[in-house]
């Protein structure tokens, strides 16, 4: 059972260019989650897509767009990457409904330079 | 808005020591709370919840119990061992809407 999974890994972006971080879950999950990683700073929440056909902003949406392809994907794109967006981000999945625990994929390390 | 606090790290510890790692949180209702764990280079996996007040979340030896009266979920284990080194993080879960929301974190470093 796979859980999360999340690609690429690793990225490396000049500033101005645009790049999709893909996500996928297994566990026939309702809601999915893109987070990012700062130091000193916990996990910010980006996107949310409570159910397939929907999205909303979280806490730090400014300059990302989300797609929830299917109820299995939920992809996160930068247009034009800037070095803030330098991070590590986060997809997670959970059943849905107030409360329930999150599953997180591995993360994706990006750097803009 | 809901927010968690937890005790700012890091956390050096020798091997078989007692740990506890403070958490107070603000919400409104009954949140669900979380205790998350992050090993180096990997994503974070659910180490313990709690759902209502009173109730004891526990899992490898880590215990952390839901009080109302003081809005904690403070994690504690009796020996922690090298293996447990790793960041903790608490998380509150929102009663109104399907979100996490997340203390800083706390590094844990355990030494033999």
């Known amino acids: 059972n796979a859980g999360v999974t999340q690609t690429p890994k690793f990225q490396v972006l000049k500033t101005g260019q645009s790049m999709t971080l893909q996500c996928a879950q297994d566990?026939?999950?309702?809601?999915m989650y893109w987070y990012r990683q700062d130091p000193g700073m916990g996990l910010r929440l980006i996107y949310y897509?409570?159910?397939?056909?929907?999205?909303d902003k979280g806490e730090v949406p400014n300059g990302y767009n989300v797609s929830r392809l299917n109820k299995r994907e939920f992809s996160l794109r930068l247009e034009s990457a800037a070095p803030s967006q330098t991070s590590v981000y986060f997809c997670?999945?959970?059943?849905?409904?107030?409360?329930?625990?999150?599953?997180f994929g591995p993360g994706t390390r990006l750097l803009v330079l | 808005g809901n927010s968690v606090t937890q005790m700012e790290g890091p956390v050096t510890l020798s091997e078989e020591a007692f740990l506890t790692i403070n958490c107070t949180y603000t919400?409104?209702?009954?949140?669900?709370l979380f205790w998350y764990v992050q090993y180096p280079g990997e994503g974070l996996q659910l180490l313990l919840k709690?759902?209502?007040?009173?109730d004891k979340g526990s899992n490898k030896g880590f215990e952390a119990t839901y009080r109302k009266e003081t809005t904690s979920f403070h994690l504690e284990k009796g020996s922690v061992q090298v293996s447990d080194s790793a960041v903790y993080f608490c998380a509150l879960g929102s009663v109104s809407n399907y979100k996490l929301t997340f203390g800083k974190g706390t590094l844990l470093t355990v030494n033999p």
């Open positions: 709690a759902t209502k007040a009173d």
């Open positions: 897509s409570a159910s397939e056909g929907t999205t």
């Open positions: 919400a409104t209702g009954y949140p669900s």
């Open positions: 566990m026939n999950h309702n809601s």
């Open positions: 997670a999945s959970s059943a849905g409904g107030a409360g329930e625990t999150q599953y």
